[in-house]
Each structure stands twice: as structure tokens, then as C-alpha cells.
């Protein structure tokens, strides 16, 4: 197998010496730096090409999530695993959508941390057990939620639908245009929904619909 060049991210020196230790130990992984912030591996990153970047999410100077996204946008071929102990669903969806390959968490074993990097080497995409199992977690109250919303006659399907759209910012025409049916109709049902859910307001129904993980933020 190809050597697979890595550059490590963490503003703890301890536990960054304790990883580049263990990657050492491996003949197809050749740590060829290592930085304590995000400003100083971008700094890195101008004179040095690695094959991967291994970047925890909280450092003192900027987040793992900002520098991903200048990794993702100016370094494309590079690829980008988060290591971290923050394994909620927010930070998860803000590393995806900042272009990460994969998202570990610090608990990972030595075993699954090594399989990560081969796949993700190899062009795919790696999540450790505690980040899937949490997405499935988010993911089956979301369905619950939706669920007992219809159960308890509490909400149509539409107003459902509706409420997911007013959630994330869509505009009362736009809803209309894709849902085909009037704006009129559509104020019709948001009006309804903040009487059923008691709600004062669409910003509360903002906060209804993230609280119950019907939307992901």
C-alpha cells in the first residue's frame, strides 16, 4: 500500500503526541507535520501537500469547521478527517457541509481510526459508531415527532410539510410555487399551526421544528 501522508491539527500537545505516536507505529502512515491551531496548519498547508489533514474541532484560534472549509475550497485534493470529542448532530452537519470526508470521534479505537484513513485515502467517506449512532438517534426522534403529530391529529401532513419549509427560511411564495397551492393557502396553514402547536409566532415555530429535530440545523 501507497504511503499516506498526514498532517495533525490539535491545539492539546499531549494528545497530539499521543496520536502521531500510534500513527508512527503504522508503515503505510507517514506524519509529515503538525500544528497546534488552524492558522498555523494553513500555514503549513502553503509549503507542504499531505495527502490528509486530521483536525480536531475546538482550537484555541479557529474552529476545525472554518478550517475545513478553506482546506475544502483551496486544497480540494487534500482529504479531511474531524477527530474530536464533540459528536452531536450540529457539529456533524456543519463538518459535512464544510466538506469533511470523515468524523471520528476521540474515543475511536486504534482499529477503526486506521480503517478511517484507508478509506477515506482510498476516496470514500468514514463516520466512527458514537457519530452514526447519534445521527440514528436524532433521525428516529425526527421520525417520532412527525409521528405523533399525525397520530394525535395535531398536524396534517401538509401543515408538515409546511412547517419543515417556514423552519429553514422559505418564503411564504416560494412554498406555494412548490407545493402548488396559493399563498394564500399557505398562510392559511402556517396560521393553523401556530394555533394547534400554541406557538406565538413563525419564530417560535422555528424553534418547535428544531427542538424536535423536525428540521436539521
Given amino acids: 500500500m501507497e504511503t499516506i501522508k498526514i498532517v495533525l491539527a490539535d491545539d492539546h500537545r499531549i494528545f497530539r503526541d499521543g496520536l502521531k505516536s500510534l500513527l508512527s507505529e503504522v508503515d503505510f502512515i507517514d506524519v509529515i507535520g503538525e500544528a497546534s491551531g488552524g492558522k498555523e496548519l494553513l500555514e503549513i498547508l502553503k509549503t507542504m501537500k499531505p495527502d490528509m489533514v ?13 478550517v475545513s472549509k478553506q482546506i475544502a475550497s483551496n486544497y480540494p485534493e487534500i482529504k479531511i ?9 450540529e457539529f456533524v452537519i456543519s463538518a459535512v457541509k464544510a466538506g469533511v470526508n470523515g468524523y471520528l470521534s476521540k474515543d475511536a479505537s486504534r482499529e477503526e481510526l486506521l480503517d478511517a484513513i484507508k478509506i477515506i ?18 433521525y428516529v426522534k425526527k ?3 412527525e409521528h405523533s403529530l399525525l397520530e394525535n391529529k395535531t ?31 399557505v398562510d392559511c396553514h402556517k396560521n393553523n399551526i401556530v394555533q394547534k402547536l400554541k406557538l406565538k409566532n413563525t419564530a417560535e415555530m422555528v424553534l418547535y421544528a428544531v427542538k424536535n429535530k423536525i428540521i436539521e440545523v
Avoid: P
Wanted: aromatic share 4%; proline share 0%.
Fill in 54 to 66: 486530521i483536525v480536531d474541532i475546538s482550537m484555541k484560534d479557529m474552529s476545525g469547521i472554518d
Fill in 81 to 89: 478527517m474531524i477527530l474530536s470529542m464533540h459528536t452531536n448532530e
Fill in 121 to 138: 485515502h482510498e476516496g470514500g467517506e468514514c463516520y466512527s459508531k458514537m457519530v452514526s449512532d447519534n445521527f440514528l438517534k436524532s
Fill in 143 to 145: 421520525v417520532k415527532t
Fill in 155 to 185: 398536524l396534517t401532513q401538509r401543515e408538515i410539510e409546511i412547517l419543515k419549509l417556514a423552519a429553514v427560511g422559505t418564503s411564504n411564495k416560494e412554498i406555494a410555487d412548490k407545493l402548488f397551492i396559493s399563498i394564500k393557502t
